[in-house]
């Protein structure tokens, strides 16, 4: 598992982003919606085109995105 670090600028401005601009819950909501769209049209695509082979991981880190933000499927 590789570490990428960020800057110390890229750290501020993510924490004010999600601090300030918009709820985390909101955000995450957001995400899951978009990336239930993005399931639905690329199921109704029926040719394979190479840009879609990655599509698969797109959607798992959206999902874990929206995970961390507002962790909805975690077991309590």
Known sequence: ?????FSKETEL???????NSIDSK????TIRQVNYTLALN?????????????LEDSFYWLNKLAEILDPYLEVE
């Open 42 to 54: 690329v199921l109704k695509n029926e040719t394979t085109q190479p840009e879609n082979i990655n």
């Open 1 to 5: 598992m590789s570490t990428n670090t």
């Open 13 to 19: 401005r993510l924490t004010e982003f999600f601090n």
């Open 26 to 29: 909101s955000m995450a909501k």
